[in-house]
């Protein structure tokens, strides 16, 4: 949602007359769009700013503004703090850059805007083949953990229609796959629910592949797996977080629903599409949260077999209730949880990729290998990266491909017969 955020920004800053430069210290302007979720992010954010002020005492004439979730968390402190700032805007704030960039608009923008869905801005997407769009704004459920509702505001969905027209538009430019985002995406609610959305959107000529981020279990109805199983375009993914195997910690962090519900969701979702892979993310210590709780997280992992997870250290956030609940674990005790955590879920991963070998998957190949430039990546509809030797195919066609290498974080394939 991040990276999307900027992308606008880079929209709204090209109609301006900017360009893109990967050199910071040249640069006119500096936005840091920032992320607060967890305490490691914006710790990372003070100390690249620090390295700006560096960059504004040899530039004077440099701009320097935040935005994102710290900026509408801390507001106005932090040109206290950092008087070299001269813009803080927040995430319902986007669109008023340009009128900051003409000297139009004070030094903080962060109200609540509710009209933020009708703002379609100019996005300047950095890929050619994938595409992000927005599909509705913050959230409304207040896990006890999450400082998401208090930064990005109230939920609310963007018109049918709007995400309709900019995605025929990107399939018209050539975009093959679009991933709509949303904090709690299958909570859509405009003229149509979510599941009615994808079967406008998969009727869309020329696109390939819908992906969506992030669902809510407790609002992954009967309708949307119908609707996943049914539609062509929609691909063979889910990312569902759990958080956690105890029903006590599910409860303490509001998060609606039970670990044996998440279960029955995953059993339906594996019937009616079964090849789907399902990912997830884990938070280890949260407080109140006993070695059986963790055992119980363990067991979950073992017994879903997710194809991945993403999981974190429980990191209080200011304003939320979780951050002030009592028996707040020590860091070292959450660190050895989230080990034992990652230990388990890698052995799964890795057996899962490797079951895929001798399969043939379709890719949709988006590049160049990060770390050897004589391979192609793509992805599979159920999202596994997978390599292959180069070959002269440009990016953005769909090609079958035979894996013969299950690793821990991709898959080796090869050309398949016939290509
Ligand atoms: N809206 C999505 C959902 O409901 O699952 C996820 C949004 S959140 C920005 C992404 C993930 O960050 C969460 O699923 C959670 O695991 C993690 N997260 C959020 N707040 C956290 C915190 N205070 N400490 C650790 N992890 C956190
Ligand atoms: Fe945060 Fe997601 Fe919960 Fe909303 S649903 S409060 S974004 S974790």
């Not at 049914?230 to 303490?252: A, T, Y």
């Not at 304003?319 to 955590?341: H, W, Y």
């Not at 160049?368 to 030797?389: A, F, H, M, S, Y």
Request: aromatic fraction near 6%.
């Amino acid at each position: 949602m991040n990276v999307h955020d900027s992308e606008k920004m880079l929209g709204i800053l090209e109609q301006q007359g900017y360009a893109e430069t990967r050199v910071p210290h040249i640069a006119d302007l500096i936005i840091f769009n920032t992320c607060s979720v967890r305490q490691k992010a914006e710790q990372k954010f003070y100390s690249e700013l620090g390295r700006a002020k560096a960059f504004k005492k040899k530039r004077p004439g440099m701009q320097i503004a935040v935005a994102g979730c710290i900026a509408q968390q801390e507001g106005e402190n932090i040109i206290r703090k950092a008087p070299y700032v001269s813009f803080v805007f927040g995430p319902q704030n986007i669109h008023v850059l340009g009128n900051f960039i003409s000297g139009r608009i004070a030094a903080t923008a962060l109200e609540e805007n509710p009209e933020v869905e009708q703002t379609d801005l100019p996005a300047k997407r950095a890929h050619g083949v994938q595409a992000w769009v927005t599909t509705m704004y913050g959230c409304n459920n207040f896990c006890s953990f999450c400082i998401v509702p208090y930064t990005r505001g109230r939920e609310r969905s963007r018109p049918a229609e709007n995400i309709l027209a900019e995605v025929r538009e990107l399939a018209e430019r050539g975009y093959k796959e679009i991933t709509l985002l949303g904090q709690n995406v299958n909570s859509y609610r405009s003229d149509t629910n979510f599941p009615g959305l994808l079967r406008m959107l998969d009727r869309v000529g020329g696109l390939e592949r819908i992906r969506f981020v992030t669902s809510h279990p407790r609002d992954l109805s009967d309708e949307l797996i119908v609707a996943m199983g049914d539609l062509p375009k929609v691909c063979e993914h889910i990312h569902l977080p759990l958080q956690s195997g105890s029903n006590k910690i599910l409860r303490l962090m509001n998060r609606g629903y039970s670990f044996e519900e998440y279960v029955q969701k995953v059993l339906k979702l594996r019937d009616r599409i079964p090849d789907i892979s399902i990912t997830t993310d884990i938070i280890a210590g949260f407080p109140g949260e006993t070695e059986d709780d963790h055992i119980l997280t363990i067991d979950a992992l073992e017994r879903i077999e997710f194809d991945g997870i993403f999981a974190f250290k429980f990191s209080p956030r200011p304003g939320t209730k979780a951050s002030v609940m009592e028996n707040q674990l020590p860091d070292g005790l959450t660190s050895t949880r989230l080990s034992q955590i990652l230990e388990i879920q890698d052995k799964i991963t890795e057996r899962k990729n490797r079951s895929l070998e001798g399969t043939f998957q379709e890719i949709l190949l988006d590049g160049q290998g990060e770390t050897d430039e004589k391979k192609l990546t793509g992805r599979t509809r159920t999202n596994k990266i997978v390599t292959i030797p180069w070959s002269d195919i440009a990016k953005g066609t769909l090609i079958f491909v035979e894996i013969i290498k299950g690793k821990q974080h991709s898959l080796e394939g090869r050309l398949s017969v016939g290509d």
